[in-house]
């Protein structure tokens, strides 16, 4: 996508709820994410469908954050701050999962999941054999 054509869908989707960033459909900017990480963890988020991070550091609320909102339909994670993803993790519309450079991560999540509308699964530089070992 164009620069300019990805800013301008940044500053609508801002510009709907400036100070209500768990309105927004997307979220990317750390800041917000530190806020709605902030906000009830517990709380079901219907609104976001698509969630990126490319900061590090996450609050470590993130994992049952992200398993609250129902829609997401993209979510990018950079240091991924969970062994897993939690185990009410059930996002049905989810297309896009990504995770990158995860060090703490062991495995995606526990049993079967249903995601029929997954199409990619990134998980750029993490190696992980049976044994438990990183490579």
């Given amino acids: 996508m ?19 960033p768990e309105d ?27 969630l990126s991070l490319i900061s590090n550091n996450h609050p470590h609320s993130l994992p049952q954050v992200v398993a609250s909102m129902k829609k997401l339909r993209w979510f990018s994670c950079l240091d991924y701050p969970a062994t897993s ?8 519309k989810l297309c896009y999962l990504q995770l990158t450079l995860t060090l703490k991560l ?6 079967y999941k249903h995601l029929p ?13 049976a044994s438990g070992k990183r490579h």
């Avoid at 940044?10 to 709820?17: D, F, K, L, Q, T």
């Avoid at 509308?117 to 054999?129: F, G, Q, R, W, Y």
Wanted: with cysteine; glycine share 4%; aromatic share 6%.
């Fill in 2 to 20: 164009h620069d300019l054509i990805q800013e301008m869908g940044h500053y609508i989707v801002r510009g709907e709820n400036p100070h209500d």
């Fill in 24 to 50: 927004h459909s997307r979220v990317w900017q750390r800041e917000d994410v530190v806020s709605i990480c902030a906000m009830d963890a517990t709380t079901v988020n219907d609104r976001i469908e698509a």
């Fill in 85 to 92: 993803l939690p185990r009410n993790f059930q996002p049905r």
């Fill in 106 to 111: 062991r495995h995606l999540w526990e049993g």
């Fill in 117 to 129: 509308n997954l199409k990619v699964l990134d998980l750029e530089s993490i190696t992980i054999h």
